[in-house]
């Protein structure tokens, strides 16, 4: 039986878990859902299984204030992790998103009442595997500080 989408988000925010520590930082899964914490930073991850990560609401995504992301894409056996300022993800996703709707004059040719939207590896290859970015929040844990 194949996995269920529910089942591969699962899976992605282990393997984020899993990589963060293999480079490094101290990382646990956050709440049931979405998040994981990594170097005491709480990210949200995503995971892509067919080539990109699917926004299902363009305005309620830009809206957020989550600091950082980790999209993982699993598609075809891969395991790439992109670590992605949220600031910088929103504002790349609102881009091209406001783009296209220019290029098609302001309304969804097939589902004008979609809020769709798509981010693609190529989109974010710029911080393809930048777990330095949770270097900087780095916090020692309870006991490590100094007496």
Do not use: C
């Amino acid at each position: 039986m194949a996995p269920t989408n529910h089942q591969k988000h699962q899976a992605g925010r282990h393997l984020a878990v899993a990589e963060a520590l293999l480079h490094g930082h101290s990382a646990s899964l956050h709440g049931p859902q979405t998040f994981v914490t990594i170097s005491g930073r709480t990210a949200a991850v995503q995971v892509a299984a067919q080539g990109g990560w699917m926004i299902a609401d363009i305005d309620r995504m830009t809206a957020m204030s989550v600091d950082l992301y980790v999209l993982v894409d699993v598609t075809d056996g891969r395991r790439d992790f992109y670590v992605v300022p949220g600031d910088d993800l929103r504002a790349g996703v609102r881009e091209r998103h406001d783009e296209f709707m220019a290029s098609v004059g302001g309304v969804r040719p097939r589902n004008p009442e979609s809020r769709h939207a798509a981010i693609y590896p190529a989109n974010v290859e710029a911080w393809q595997n930048q777990w330095s970015l949770f270097e900087d929040a780095a916090q020692p844990a309870i006991g490590d500080a100094a007496s």
